[in-house]
Structure formats: C-alpha cells, structure tokens
C-alpha cells in the first residue's frame, strides 16, 4: 500500500468520523434556554445532564460553543493578551482562542471530564516570513475520553475570518484596508481530529501534546516536513503525570518542556512561575515552614524575573528579522512583477504622435496600392506574332536556342519550388505571428484581471500566502507575456526576411519568364511559326500576369494587416494605460501594506515587551516584599 493511498484512508476516515459526530450532535445541544446559561456549572449540567459517555457530553459542550459563541474582532485585531474568564466570555459570547479553549476546559471540568488546555503556535498571516516562533499565539485543548487523550480546537470549529471592503476611499481615511468580519461556520472535524492532522496546523509549546511516537520539531513544522508513518499515542507516562497535577502545576511543567523543546520559548516561563509561587500561597501547607516557603517563593520570582529578562533580550531582534523578511518577500513578490510588467508597459506604450504617424503609414500603403493597381490596369503584356516577311527555317539556331530553352526551363523549375516553399512559409509564419500575436494581446488583457486582484487582496489585508500565490499568477502571466513577446519579435524578423528573399526571387522567376519569351519569340520566327512555341509564349504571359497580380494582392494584404495592427496597437495601448493607472495605485497600496505589516509586528513586540515589564515588575515587588518583612 503505497503513501498515496493511506493518506487518502486517512482522509477519508477522517471525514466520514466527523460526519458521523455530526449526525451524533443533539438538537438541544446546539441552543440552551436561557436559565441555562446563567453559570458555566448551569450550563455544563443542561448539556451533559442525560448524557452516559463522555464523549457525548464532550461532543455536547463542542457544539455549544462553536454555535454560541463567536470571535472577538477587535481584541483578535488589536491582538489583545488580556483573557477573560470562563463566566464573562459566557456572557458576552465573545472571545478569543484562549477564552474559547478557556470555556471549554471550564464547561467540561464542571461536567467531570478531565480537559487540558493547550497553548502553541499556529501560522499567521505572515507565515511566509516566519522563521522564529518564540511566543506562543493560539490555545486549544486537550481532553480525554473513553481512557484515551484527543485534541479540540473550538476556536476554528466556530467559524472563518472575512475580510470586506469598507465604503471610505482607500487614500482618504485610515481604515484603507477592507474590514476584517467573523463569518459563523460550523466545522466538526477540529472535535478529536487525528494528532497527524491536528499537527500540520497546530504546534504545541510543549511536545507531548503533539499525540505522536515521533515528536515533530519546530524547524520541521515551519518547512512542512512531518513523518509519514507516525504512530499517534493517545496514553503516555507523561499524559498520566498530568491527570495528578494542578492547574499552576501542569502548566508549569507545559512551559519548562516548551523551554527545553525550543529554546526561544519564554514566552509562558514566566507567568508559569508567578502562578506556582500564587499556588503556593493559596495552598498554605503547614508542613513546610516559613523559612523553607521564602526561599521557595523567592526561587520562582527569581525564576519569573530571569524568564522575562531572557524573553525581552530576544523580542527585538526577532522582530528585526520579521521585518526585513517582510520587506524581501514584499520587494520579491510585490515590487518585483509590479516593476516587471511597469518595464513592459514602458516599452510597449505608444503616444497620439506615434499612433498619428502609423495611420499616415496605412494612407501610404492604401495609395502605393491604388497606384499599383491602376498601373497593372495599363500594363501591355507582349504577344507573339507572325512576322511580315517570311524567314528561312534555321536548323542549327533552332537548336542551339532549344538547349538554351532546357537550360531556363530547368531554372525556372528551380526557381519556381524555391518561390513555392517560401510561399508556404511565409504562410505558415503569418499563421504562427497571429496566433502568438493574439495570445499576446489576450495575456495583457488579463494581467489586469490578476494586477486588479492583486490590489483588492493587498486591501483585504489577506495572509502572506494567498497574496504569494497572487503574485506567483501576475508573475506567471508575466513570464509568458515575456516569452511571447520574444516569439512575436522573432516571427516579425522571420517573416521580414521571408519578405525580402521571397520579393527578389519573384524578380528572379519574372526575369526568366521574360528571358524565355525571347527565346520563345525567336524559335516561333526562326520555325516558321511553329504554335508550340505561341502556347509556351502565351502560358508565360498567363504566369507573368499571375505574378503581378498576385504582388498586387499582397500589397492589399500588407494594407489591411496595418490598419488591423494599428487598432489592435489602438486597444493595446488603452489597456496598457488602464495598467499604468493601476500600477499606480498598486505602488501605494504596497507600502502602505508593508507599513501596515511592519506595524503589526512591531505591536506584537511591544505588548511581549509589556508582558515581560509587567512580569519582572511584579515578581521584584513580591521579591523584596517578602524580604522586609520576612512574613507572609
């Protein structure tokens, strides 16, 4: 059984589980009255009451929330670290990751099912960019049913983030990118979804809760690389330890195993250590004494300060590195196919002057026409005619003329096969210029399409991967229209030369038609009017005609694919200048875009940096605290 058809199994298993816990989903589950949701104990007691597995009242909970509860815009736009509780997102029905993580480790624990709740990493917005993850940015759970441990993700089970456009102009006020909207949309495979899929989207700060034999590394799931044949492990040593653990203790653990698995995760350190030395105060244990319980205090404010300290040493230049990565991929794939195709309109953009003087060109080429015309229309072709006097038959001039006759027949038959040849690749080479010319002209009528959608996602603000795939097309199209262009260049040198090789070796065929009517002319005299030789004389007139007229048929040709040209030139060139207004426009969404993500990150740093401040602040005030005054 090859990769292919397991990972297709695996799908498929997937899907047909989360749609039977859809059909498993009660009806009642989904709206609670509204006694019932007066406390987080009321309402785990309405949604698990008649309920015997766990499972179902886990399923229960999941369906709850994920139909109630809805994200908080502002505090995910602001990108907030202030959670709320479990009773005041129930109340508001609004929240972020860690609130909706937070209520479902609350609901389920008040119906006995022992939950755990789970902070890590998952993409951003600037997942192309991102080469470090030294801060955790997203909070799920575990939860553990029928002896097993599964993983929950009520964050993403409840709906999609949208982003619209607003009515205010895009130059004129600061809301110049479209408004980010929460669209509810109830998805049931992120309820005890498989750990191989669960960990191609979500990192855990700490390992174990990856579910896997074999542990998936930070570097591993930044480039996508995850083990094929990975053994998922739903009971462990390690997940045992933490059914016994408190609170502050598991989540003690979750961060010194988050240090050890990435050495730039300090992000939690910190809090973890204020929470154990809170948790020792609250416990009041009379069997340790005071001495043993300053010292024990004093080592995890020690522990919380230093934590903060190492985490702020690194927010600054991780950040730093975000944002030149930023400004590479925005001069990569934003700057560099906007600059790419701003050349070729440079280069291709024709002025009134310029389109002037190509009409007078088409005036031109209509009179050379007409006077072509009328002077075949006066043109006196030769006949062959008996002469007034009779001649005496010349044996030995007649066959010296007819060798010299072989001798031209045999050229104009050469002449005339490499006359036939070139014709046809003239014509095949006007066949393959149109065709070339045609999808040239359709291609830059369509790098508008994808210029345009560009800008309208740089304005939704959408993740650096969508806009890569974005610029990839512009990129794409651009590359053709590079290479057709290059073709169209090489077909007009092609058909150039054609033209003029084939114009002189019409010259050459016209000069031995008229050299073998003389030689004709003087058999028929010196044959005494042999007819044979007025047939060939008068078969050459009908060639030699032919010829012209053919000349004459070209030049109308010539005529009528330069006025053609220059209408195509004509539209061309007003979509090529709706481009350069677009191109416009594109210049100042793109800094204005680089500005904003710059920002962001910068927004990020700040509040990590308050975080850190707040930490160290309160852990040297507890610190000194205990001190002075050597008591509790």
């Known amino acids: 059984m090859n990769k292919f058809l397991l990972l297709t199994i695996l799908l498929l298993t997937t899907f047909f589980s989360s749609f039977s816990q859809i059909r498993e989903v009660e009806e009642s589950a989904k709206y609670a009255p509204k006694h019932a949701t007066t406390s987080v104990a009321a309402l785990a007691d309405y949604l698990t ?26 505090a995910y736009t602001e990108k907030k670290v202030h959670y709320e509780t479990a009773e005041y997102v129930l109340k508001k029905r609004k929240g972020i990751s860690h609130d909706f993580a937070n209520l479902f480790l609350k609901l389920c624990e008040s119906a006995n099912i022992e939950t755990h709740l789970i902070t890590g990493h998952i993409f951003t917005d600037n997942k192309s960019i991102t080469t470090n993850f030294y801060k955790a940015n997203h909070s799920w759970n575990s939860v553990y049913l029928d002896g097993e441990w599964h993983l929950v993700d009520v964050t993403w089970g409840c709906g999609v983030i949208s982003k619209q456009q607003t009515k205010s102009s895009f130059f004129k006020k600061k809301s110049n990118f479209y408004r980010p909207q929460f669209i509810s949309k109830v998805d049931y495979s992120y309820f005890c979804t498989s750990p191989k899929l669960f960990i191609e989207t979500h990192l855990p700060s700490n390992p174990v809760w990856q579910l896997l034999e074999y542990e998936v590394t930070v570097q591993d799931f930044i480039a996508g690389r995850f083990p094929f044949a990975n053994t998922v492990v739903r009971n462990s040593a390690k997940l045992d330890e933490y059914i016994l653990l408190e609170d502050a203790e598991s989540f003690y653990i979750d961060a010194k195993n988050a240090i050890s698995y990435n050495k730039k995760n300090f992000s939690t350190m910190g809090v973890a250590s204020l929470k154990m030395a809170e948790s020792m105060l609250d416990k009041k244990d009379s069997t340790i ?121 045999s050229a104009i038959s050469v002449s005339f096969e490499h006359h036939k040849t070139l014709e046809v690749e003239k014509d095949t080479i006007n066949a393959k210029l149109e065709h070339a010319s045609r999808d040239l002209r359709n291609l830059s009528s369509r790098q508008i399409k994808f210029l345009g ?45 054609n033209h003029t090789v084939l114009s002189k070796q019409t010259s050459v065929l016209k000069r031995l038609y008229k050299d073998k009517q003389e030689l004709l002319k003087g058999l028929y005299i010196k044959s005494k009017c042999n007819e044979a030789y007025k047939e060939e004389y008068d078969k050459i007139t009908v060639s030699t005609k032919s010829i012209f007229h053919k000349q004459l048929d070209e030049k109308y040709h010539q005529y009528e694919k330069l006025k053609e040209h220059v209408s195509t030139l004509e539209i061309v060139n007003e979509n090529l200048t709706q481009q350069k207004e677009l191109i416009k426009q594109l210049d100042a969404i793109v800094i204005a875009f680089t500005d904003l993500k710059t920002k962001e990150i910068e927004k990020d740093a700040q509040e990590a940096k308050n975080m850190c401040d707040n930490i160290i602040q309160v852990s040297l005030e507890k610190a000194n605290s205990i001190k002075k005054n050597k008591t509790l």
Not at 349 to 367: F, G, H, P
Not at 379 to 408: C, H, M, N, T, W
Not at 482 to 497: N, P
Request: cysteine-free.
């Open 289 to 409: 004494s005071k001495e043993e319980l300053h010292d024990i205090l004093s080592k995890y404010y020690e522990e919380a300060t230093n934590s903060a300290y190492s985490y702020l040493r690194f927010i600054d230049l991780y950040s730093s590195i975000e944002i030149d990565a930023l400004k590479l991929w925005v001069r990569h794939y934003l700057q560099q196919p906007i600059d790419k195709r701003q050349k070729f309109i440079d280069r291709n953009w024709i002025n009134k002057d310029e389109i002037k003087e190509k009409n007078e060109q088409i005036t031109s080429a209509y009179n050379y026409y007409q006077e072509l015309k009328h002077k075949l229309g006066q043109k006196k072709y030769p006949e062959l005619k008996k002469p007034r006097r009779e001649v005496d038959y010349d044996e030995f001039y007649i066959g010296v003329q007819q060798a010299r006759l072989v001798g031209i027949d």
């Open 49 to 74: 009451a008649n309920e015997n597995t766990d499972r179902q009242k886990a399923l229960n909970i999941y369906t709850w929330i994920v139909h109630n509860i809805e994200l908080d815009i502002k």
């Open 453 to 497: 959608r560009l800008e309208y996602l740089l304005k939704a603000n959408v993740s650096l991967n969508i806009l890569e795939h974005q610029a990839h097309q512009v990129m794409h199209v651009e590359s053709n229209i590079k290479i057709l262009s290059q073709q169209v260049k090489a077909l007009e040198k092609l058909r150039t030369e």
